[in-house]
Nanobody, 119 residues
Framework: QVQLVESGGGLVQPGGSLRLSCAAS????????MGWYRQAPGKQRELVAA???????NYADSVKGRFTISRDNARNTVYLQMNSLKPEDTAVYYC?????????????WGQGTQVTVSS
């Protein structure tokens, strides 16, 4: 089974920056897309940013221009650089990976990392 582990969350003041990382591990797998989702209390989980193995990216309108997603395909690691953070960015951020093993396609999620933007 493919496992995803996030890191880099924390408490930051408005206008500050954080960099999230997510590493995928397992055996005999390939990932064709990775992304970051977030979920605030009482809200639905939403896509923040995604990137394909070819480098195509997509961002939520609310973060476009402030956040940057990138990945290292060789290491199956995805990053989310978050700048100019706002209180409304406060949420649990989840890493997602879509890919395949020898026998099946998969859609895996990390455990989540808390991002809190507050003064």
């Amino acid at each position: 089974q493919v496992q995803l582990v996030e890191s880099g969350g924390g408490l930051v003041q408005p206008g500050g920056s954080l960099r999230l990382s997510c590493a995928a591990s397992g055996s005999a797998f390939s990932i064709y897309a990775m992304g970051w989702y977030r979920q605030a209390p009482g809200k639905q989980r939403e896509l923040v940013a995604a990137i394909t193995s070819g480098g195509s990216t997509n961002y939520a309108d609310s973060v476009k221009g402030r956040f940057t997603i990138s990945r290292d395909n060789a290491r199956n690691t995805v990053y989310l650089q978050m700048n100019s953070l706002k209180p409304e960015d406060t949420a649990v951020y989840y890493c997602n990976g879509k890919g395949s093993t020898r026998r099946i396609d998969f859609d895996s999620w990390g455990q989540g990392t808390q991002v809190t933007v507050s003064s």
